[in-house]
């Protein structure tokens, strides 16, 4: 698989450390019939190893030169390859339940991330290689300097652990920053806080949008002093200090005002 140039505009780094990759695959646990899905199998460093344990792997991939790859190095009866940008694609053309898999493109995994989140309800679970820092957003707990808008909008709707850190090292080319492996369950739907996602999401963009500011300033144009008393929500908090669930009581009360 030697030859293959890492493409800028891609987001491209290359998984090549044996160890880290057997360890990934000891994560993701795959079964013989599981309805799995690559996002940039790259060079290969998951796909051959999946392909073992799975009668049947999807793949999206953007890059043409590896598609040419991966329809001569691999069994074609195997490896189902859906050409494209994974932004665009339509998971729900894979039928359920999904299991996802990859390393995403450091350049668009936040986009990515909320993209998966449409087809949740579909999905058994997903694990990721990201950037570590982007990894430590998404699991961070409130009153962490590390909490922000990423983690409140992805733990209303799955429970994620951090799993592995892989150094900048395990990569051809190396990228300048540290990687990790999370794993994402998406929530039942009895355990979604969240009615109206909509004024969510404007209620967490707001609050976080001025982080430096208390939520009396940031949530202003939603919430009255007295309404702040109402919901039982102390007012001089900035946005990294409230929980997940008190979020959505906000965007409750202001939906159904």
């Known amino acids: 698989m030697s030859g293959h140039k890492a493409k ?9 450390d044996q160890n880290i990759i057997a360890d990934i695959v000891r994560c993701i646990r795959p079964e013989a019939n599981d ?3 690559e996002i940039g199998p790259g060079l290969g460093a998951l796909t051959r190893p999946l392909l073992k344990q799975l009668n049947k792997l999807h793949v999206v991939e953007i890059d043409r030169d590896i598609i040419a790859r991966l329809k001569t190095d691999y ?26 898999v990859g390393n995403l493109p450091y350049n668009i995994s936040s986009p990515l991330l909320f993209h998966f989140a449409e087809y949740a309800e579909r999905i058994t679970d997903m694990h990721f290689m990201l950037q570590n820092e982007v990894v430590e ?9 590390a909490y922000g808008r990423l983690s409140v909008m992805l733990q209303y709707r ?9 150094p900048p090292e395990s990569f051809r080319p190396a990228p300048k920053v540290d990687s990790a492996i ?3 369950i998406p929530l039942r739907t009895e355990q979604i806080v969240v009615k109206n996602e909509l004024v969510f999401a404007q209620i967490v963009a707001a ?4 982080r430096r500011k208390t939520l009396r300033n940031t949530l202003r144009a939603y919430l009255t002093d007295d309404e702040f008393v ?3 929500i102390d007012a001089g908090l900035r946005a990294e200090n409230l929980p997940v669930a008190e979020f959505a009581k906000v965007a409750a009360y202001v939906a159904g005002r």
């Open 8 to 16: 800028k505009q891609f987001g491209q780094n290359f998984l090549v």
């Open 35 to 37: 309805n799995m899905v």
């Open 75 to 100: 069994p074609q009866d195997k490896i189902v390859i859906h050409e494209g940008d994974a932004l665009q694609f339509d998971f729900a053309t894979l039928g359920t339940p999904l299991r996802i």
């Open 137 to 145: 957003r998404m699991v961070a707990d409130p009153s962490t300097p």
């Open 158 to 166: 799955f429970y994620m652990e951090k799993l592995l850190d892989v």
């Open 182 to 184: 999370v794993r994402m």
């Open 207 to 210: 609050a976080f949008g001025q």
């Open 230 to 232: 109402l919901l039982g």
